[in-house]
Structures are given as C-alpha cells and as structure tokens.
C-alpha cells in the first residue's frame, strides 16, 4: 500500500493494459523496470549540481511513464516536482525528492514481481 491506504500500483489497469499490449508487455515492462534507477540517479545528480532544468526534465519523463505502468502515486510526485522545479524552495525539492526515491524503489519492486510472475507464466491475472 502506498500512502493513506492508496494503492501503489492500479492492477485493473494494469491487466488491462497487458492485455492491450499483448506479448510485448514483458518487454516494454523490462525498459521500464532497466530506466528506473537510472532517472531516480538523474534526480540525485541534478539536485546535486543545482540544475532544475534537469530536475523537471526527469520529472516529467518519470511521470509519464509511471503513469503508463498505472503507478499513479509515483506519477504524482513525479508532477509536483516537475511543476515545481523552477521555483520551490530547497527544502521542499528535498522534500520531494526523498518521496520520489522511496516511492520509486517501491514502485520497482512491485513491477519487478509482476514482471517474475508474467515470465514464469505463474498467474494471468495480476496478483501483488
């Protein structure tokens, strides 16, 4: 569960979206599951270099794609800091950043299991 008893990850939407996507699901999953680090990285280095341009740019690749995966939550945070990039206060990207952080490894897991579960044929109906 996510914050306040909100769900990490929309499963309905997500077997829908399996289903449309048919065999490459894994695939375009994987990409996601590969990038996911390395933007939450991205994050780090461009908070630790100062440049919010950088900030909102990852931001809002973040979003997009967690959004695609049906991880609204993640996708949300990942708004807040691309809207306010540019003009929050240190303490509040800071904020932000550690949520994005928490909340993107979670993320990971989660589809990290989905993805086991898909390869190993263990479920066709998506069970966390």
């Known amino acids: 569960m996510c914050q306040e008893g909100v769900e990490m990850i929309n499963l309905e939407a997500l ?5 449309d996507t048919g065999t490459g699901f894994e695939r375009v999953l ?3 599951l590969k990038n996911i680090p390395i933007r939450l990285l991205t ?3 461009a908070w630790r270099n100062q440049d919010r341009l950088l900030l909102r740019q ?3 690749k973040l979003k997009g794609t ?5 991880a609204e939550p993640f996708s949300q945070l990942c708004a807040q ?4 990039a540019d003009a929050a206060s240190d303490p509040e990207i800071a904020s932000l950043l550690e949520q994005i952080q928490q909340q993107g490894e ?11 579960q898909s390869l190993t044929g263990e479920q066709r109906s998506l069970h966390l």
């Open 15 to 19: 077997q829908r979206l399996r289903q």
């Open 30 to 32: 994987a990409l996601f």
């Open 43 to 45: 994050l780090e280095e």
């Open 58 to 60: 990852t931001a809002h």
């Open 66 to 70: 967690s959004a695609t995966f049906c």
């Open 81 to 84: 800091l691309e809207k306010s």
């Open 106 to 116: 979670q993320v990971k897991e989660r589809l990290q299991r989905l993805l086991l």
